[in-house]
């Protein structure tokens, strides 16, 4: 029974970032655009710190409940191909 209880917590921390993300995955389309990005990611509660074309792709900076993410986006067809959890190095 232990091993058990333990097990379902560890599922549980590992499942934490995920559930931070539900909102978002990879494969989501979002827009081409910084308008289309800005107000797609906006109206699931996130939070945009920064949105930059580089070497063809889109990259998003945000942040939802504490949680800061960045997301790569195809430049063309403005869909997820990356998500990146942001570390503290603290």
């Excluded at 699931?44 to 900076?61: A, C, F, M, P, T």
């Excluded at 960045?70 to 990146?84: D, F, M, N, P, Q």
């Amino acid at each position: 029974m232990e091993n058990l209880k333990m097990l379902t917590l560890a599922g549980l921390i590992a499942a934490v970032p995920a559930l931070a993300l539900a909102n978002v995955g990879l494969g989501d389309k979002l827009g081409t655009d910084e308008a289309e990005i800005r107000a797609a990611l906006e109206a699931q509660g996130y939070v945009i710190e920064e949105i930059e074309l580089e070497d063809g792709e889109i990259e998003v900076e945000l942040s939802k409940d504490g949680v800061e993410t960045e997301l790569v986006l195809s430049e063309t067809e403005g869909v997820v191909t990356a998500i990146e959890l942001e570390q503290d190095d603290d």
